[in-house]
């Protein structure tokens, strides 16, 4: 029988994924979303690197969302990166 496998993320690792995965939507990631999530919004954990992004072009910052911008898209593997590293 197959065995199932469990892979429990910690917190961190979690945020991370969840803010990789919004900016994957051409929606972009959900800022009420993430702090119904963990509590914090995206800015409190990431704001300088969203900071950093966004004043490379690569980023747009609303009070609602963060979405890649069109310059982002080729480099769009660089910029989810950033949040995991």
């Known amino acids: 029988l197959p065995v199932a496998e469990e892979e429990r993320l910690d917190t961190r690792t979690r945020m991370a994924e969840t803010v990789f995965l919004g900016l ?3 929606d972009g990631l959900d800022r009420q979303a993430f ?18 992004l966004a004043g490379r072009g690569l980023l747009e910052v609303t009070a609602s969302c963060l979405r890649l911008t069109p310059a982002a898209v080729p480099v769009a593997n660089e ?3 950033a949040f995991v590293s």
């Open 35 to 52: 702090r119904a999530r963990f509590g914090k919004d995206v800015m409190e954990v990431y704001g300088t690197t969203v900071g950093h």
């Open 79 to 81: 910029v989810f990166a």
């Open 24 to 26: 994957r939507l051409l």
